[in-house]
């Protein structure tokens, strides 16, 4: 396979990435809930691992240091040819760069920034490594969104950024526009307003797939885990919110295919 077949259109997610304090608990309860295997990433950075289904590699893991006391999230990574030119344009528009830009490896080249509205996210040049390689299986990462508290001038900054086409979703009830390139929706953010939740503030949601989502539900408040949304239908499928053992909130959904 060539580069350029595998390249990645700036802009679309590819890759989402989790960094914990307990990195062998993560991945027995992540294990547990998706049926994935790890293998060791770069570990230039502290103890790595890449979740694999089918030896296909979905999402990373990593273990922060003992004295980082960083939010514990899931990151979602937007691909870009210029990881470097990414970090200039990113501070230029409003944002921060918080990481890098620095060489992963032989794997690429990465920057975690932070949106005007602070939500965090990062860019990644792929190398070695273009990103998940396996998607629509249940335990890969079905879709992106931001969640913030009104989506015009956030959107203005992405659409600065990568280039975007924004295309508003029409409802009355709620403020949510997709992202597109070239023709295909690649991400979403979703205005919440005051429902926003304050101590979480703007952030990057990641959606899971899965078979069953109450069954999925129900196995992560067995493993630890919370559930903060209980499974529902919207527009994308039936979904729950939950969180894992350390915090991180993700969304469990059955994509209406």
């Known amino acids: 396979m060539t580069q350029s077949e595998t390249r990645r259109i700036p802009g679309t997610p590819c890759w989402v990435s989790l960094m914990v304090h307990g990195l062998a608990a993560t991945q027995e309860f992540y294990g547990a809930l998706f049926g994935w295997e790890f293998s060791p990433g770069p570990q230039q950075f502290g103890p790595y691992v890449r979740a694999l289904l089918d030896g296909q590699e979905v ?27 990414s970090a200039e344009t990113i501070r230029h ?19 975690i920034a932070s949106d005007p509205s602070g939500a965090v996210f990062g860019v990644w040049q792929g190398g070695a490594h273009i990103g998940a390689a396996l998607a629509g299986a249940p335990g890969t990462p079905a879709w992106n969104e931001l969640v913030t508290r009104e989506t015009s001038s956030v959107a203005k900054f992405y659409q600065a950024l990568f280039g975007y086409d924004v295309e508003p979703v029409i409802s009355a009830d709620f403020d949510q526009v997709t992202l597109h390139l070239e023709g295909r929706p690649v991400a979403s953010l979703h205005g919440a307003g005051n429902a926003l939740p304050r101590d979480k503030g703007s952030h990057w949601m990641t959606y899971f797939e899965v078979a069953d989502v109450d069954e999925s539900a129900l196995r992560v408040s067995e493993l630890g885990g919370l559930v903060l949304k209980q499974p529902r239908e919207d527009a994308s499928g039936q979904a729950a919110t939950v969180a894992d053992p350390e915090g991180a909130v993700f969304t469990l959904v059955r994509s209406n295919h």
């Open 93 to 111: 528009c409003g944002g921060t760069v918080g990481v890098g830009p620095l060489d992963a490896g032989e794997a690429g080249r990465m920057a």
């Open 59 to 85: 999402a990373g893991i990593g273990q922060l240091p003992p004295d980082r006391h960083l939010p514990i999230a899931w990151t979602t990574y937007l691909a870009t040819d210029d990881a470097d030119a």
